[in-house]
């Protein structure tokens, strides 16, 4: 079966069913978490320096684990020296998660965390691996060249285009890069298959237009509560939601 007719799951957990402080975010704990609860997880990859592929959301480590630097200079030894968020969890590496999710039946939405114009390289590795992997996953990325890169690498891997709002939140970035990214100029080129944007940039004209007039599924984060999870699905949107315990999305999923 084709990759690209691979549907969208009706939720995800985001970077893994975590629950703070004892379960760190993109941590295997979370991730096996998810599996237990019968969840599918949202998660973020990048390429280190000696060019092994680890799940961590951020450039910069200091959030997580206390040390200063960026992940991308670092080799996969050093970098499991590490621990998450006060507790004995390391950050994961690709094969991990993907070896913990290949037998269960349980969708992936996979994120490529591109940096320093490494988004071939990523994009390159990711599909690789992902040859062999047998479970369900799609692909996204901020970055246009990198779910470009995707298209040419793997045009069968469904990929999406992530998008928010830059003109609230810029990133350090510069005005042409606003203006292409929150308008989603790339998309000519790119041709998503979806849209994952931020809950609260829906009506951006931009993506409307993606999402109305395109037909493209439109994928939403950060769901942070039943009731916009609720709502979420009322719109016609796929969450990808956190926070929310057990018995709650029960409920929610009846």
């Known amino acids: 079966m084709s990759r690209r007719e691979i549907k969208l799951a009706k939720h995800y957990a985001h970077r893994g069913y975590h629950d703070k402080p004892q379960i760190p975010e993109n941590s295997m704990a979370a991730f096996r978490r998810a599996v237990e609860y019968g969840l599918g997880s949202e998660f973020d990859v990048h390429l280190i320096a000696d060019g092994s592929l680890v799940i961590f959301h951020d450039e910069q480590l200091e959030r997580q684990t206390g040390v200063k630097g960026e ?28 070896d913990l999710y290949e037998d269960t039946g349980l969708p992936l939405l996979i994120e490529l965390k591109s940096a320093r114009g490494n988004y071939t390289k990523l994009a390159e590795a990711v599909c690789k691996r992902l040859d062999s992997y047998k479970g369900e996953f799609v692909l996204e990325s901020f970055d246009p060249r990198a779910v470009l890169a995707v298209k040419k690498f793997r045009p069968d891997f469904v990929r999406g285009q992530l998008v928010q709002d830059f003109f609230v939140t810029p990133e350090k970035l510069h005005m042409y890069q606003v203006v292409m990214l929150t308008y989603l100029m790339f998309n000519k080129l790119t041709k998503p298959d979806f ?28 769901i942070k509560n039943a009731e916009d999870y609720a709502a979420t699905v009322a719109a016609g949107r796929i969450p990808v939601f956190e926070q929310i315990t057990p018995e709650e999305l029960e409920k929610l999923v009846r």
């Open 71 to 98: 992940i991308e200079d670092y080799d996969i030894t050093n970098l499991r020296k590490l621990r998450l968020e006060g507790t004995d969890e390391m950050i994961p590496t690709f094969d991990e998660v993907l």
């Open 195 to 222: 849209i994952a944007s931020r809950i609260g940039d829906r009506r951006r004209h931009a993506l409307r237009h993606a999402v109305e007039k395109e037909g493209l599924p439109e994928v939403a984060w950060t």
